[in-house]
């Protein structure tokens, strides 16, 4: 999970500092317990990490509650997201907290977390709208922590994190995922489109017990984390276009109350590379069929796509 968590402007400046120190815990050791204090050493977090803490509040204090290690942060200062990382240990230690908060914030609570992997980024308000769905002009306030749909298209978006860690638990499995791209290949580039983005859910399990022979019930399993997984980036990126094509902007969606647009994978559909945001375009009906019986290419960079015939359109959204 994500969570996010914003400042005042007036205490921009402290909480810049505060999240960008490392600290030398090792000479706290008398207020830290002696359980806390090995297993930071083993994790070589005692002569300098990342601390951050928050202050007190029985939301925040309740939004703490929910965050683990292995979570992410992001710290929203000065009207973007600028500093992100991993949350690796949790301790509550007031003493600890107030001594870290030497620049004297607004009461600090006893929460403490330790950030690795910290990376100063630049996510502007505006582009994390964007992909949030958050009204325009929404502004972070407090610590929350962000929807889990639009999670893995965020961290895909500002390649928070490895790409090679998205799918989890499929791409970590070699085994698995030479079965599935051989299952996808057998299936064909249509049937994998169709199969993620627009069967039923009955469809999609009639669909994959159809192969019955060929797939192990890993294989079915892994097909159906596949979809999930894309459908969650299509329907974001539909909402993101609107529900428009992105070469000819139709959408049906005034007139006729629904929306038809389809996802297409750019590059041909296979584990690893099949989630990538940057792989899926938005199409009408018409244009996706078009693609799939005379494209020729797809240049996203230049917003062109070209046909067999060498007639040539451009990419519009
Ligand atoms: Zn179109
Ligand atoms: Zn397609």
Known sequence: MIFY???????????????????DISEFGDEISSEDFQSLEKMGLLDGANLWVIPEGTKLLKTYEKMNIGDYVLAYVDGMYKYYGKIVYMM??????????????TKISECIFFVDQFKEIKILREQFNKIYHKDDKFIP??????????????????????????????????????????????????????????MSDEE????????????????????????????????????????????????????????IVEGHHIEKFSINQNNKPENIMILCPNHHTLIHKCGDSIDLKNKVVKYSNGKEEKIIL
């Open 5 to 23: 968590f914003s400042t005042s402007s007036k205490e921009k400046t402290k909480v810049r500092k505060l999240i960008k120190n490392k600290f």
């Open 92 to 105: 509550k230690n007031k003493k600890l907290a107030e001594k870290i908060n030497t620049s004297s914030l």
């Open 141 to 198: 306030r407090g610590l929350y922590n962000i929807d889990d749909k639009i999670e893995n298209l965020l961290r895909e978006e500002f390649q928070l994190i490895n790409p090679a860690l998205k799918t989890n638990d499929i791409v970590q499995d070699n085994y698995l995922v030479e079965n599935l791209n051989k299952v996808i290949n057998t299936l064909g580039e249509d049937n994998i489109e169709n199969m993620i983005s627009q």
């Open 204 to 259: 999609f399990e009639e669909f994959i017990n159809s192969f019955d022979s060929t797939a192990s019930i890993q294989t079915k399993e892994g097909l159906k984390k596949i979809r999930k997984y894309n459908n969650e980036i299509i329907d974001n990126l539909k909402k993101r276009y609107n529900n428009r094509c992105q070469i000819c902007g139709d959408s049906t969606v005034k007139d006729f109350g629904v929306s």
